[in-house]
């Protein structure tokens, strides 16, 4: 999946409106998870650099997967922001705010989601650019601190993360979420390591569904 500029990954994120993110311990499943995620009708996924081999393994997804947006996470500095990119990496996400990351994503013209989570660090993330501000972690304040800060911040895109699931992803996204950040509730270790790849394409399915009833 090729994009002329970050902003029309943006718009393609606002569209799918889920980020599944995947922390697997081996990249031999990697392409069976993508397939499935694909499958299922999710088409942005998140490759954290806490996978072994992650680099070597986004560089040969993204030149094996059509159809699909290809981003990496867990992305601690500016180095490995740089060797994300020359790998590949559509999108770049972090757990916390480094603005080396953020400089480095716009110098490649890579759009940049950064972790925060007060109401300083939030705005701070998108007055040095950020094009979506991951919250992380949401479940900790749930949906209506989302809806709580969208009252002083509505322009700026929201994608909580961290304890979202079936049960509370509607109401994430009621609240104004601009897309959602999705890891062990949809990509289950159990699935993965079992590889239960139809229950993997099941789970991903329910969760499209939800989300693109809104």
């Given at each position: 999946m090729h994009f002329s500029n970050r902003w029309e990954v943006v718009k393609f994120i606002e569209e799918?409106?889920?980020?599944?993110?995947?922390?697997?311990?081996?990249?031999?499943s990697l392409l069976k998870v993508v397939e499935a995620l694909k499958e299922g009708g999710i088409q942005c996924i998140e490759v954290t650099m806490t996978t072994p081999g992650a680099l070597q393994t986004l560089e040969e997804i993204?030149?094996?997967?059509?159809?699909?947006?290809?981003?990496?996470?867990?992305?601690?500095?500016?180095?490995?922001?740089?060797?994300?990119?020359?790998?590949?990496?559509?999108?770049?996400?972090?757990?916390?705010?480094?603005?080396?990351?953020?400089?480095m994503a716009h110098r490649y013209d890579i759009p940049i989601i950064p972790g925060a989570l007060t109401p300083t660090e939030i705005l701070s993330a998108w007055e040095r650019g950020a094009e979506v501000v991951k919250?992380?972690?949401?479940?900790?304040?749930?949906?209506?601190?989302?809806?709580?800060?969208?009252?002083?911040?509505?322009q700026i895109r929201l994608c909580p993360t961290g304890g979202i699931h079936l049960d509370n992803v509607e109401a994430f996204l009621?609240?104004?979420?601009?897309?959602?950040?999705?890891?062990?509730?949809?990509?289950?270790?159990q699935f993965i390591q079992e590889e239960k790849w139809d229950e993997l394409?099941?789970?991903?399915?329910?969760?499209?569904?939800?989300?693109?009833?809104?």
């Open positions: 799918q409106k889920i980020i599944a993110i995947i922390r697997a311990q081996k990249t031999s993204r030149n094996t997967m059509e159809d699909v947006l290809f981003g990496a996470g867990t992305v601690l500095d500016s180095e490995t922001a740089r060797q994300c990119i020359l790998s590949g990496a559509q999108f770049l996400v972090t757990p916390s705010l480094n603005w080396g990351v953020v400089e919250v992380f972690p949401a479940s900790s304040l749930g949906p209506q601190y989302i809806k709580e800060l969208k009252g002083p911040f509505p009621k609240a104004g979420a601009t897309c959602v950040g999705v890891g062990g509730s949809l990509v289950k270790s394409r099941k789970t991903a399915e329910e969760f499209s569904k939800r989300v693109h009833q809104q």
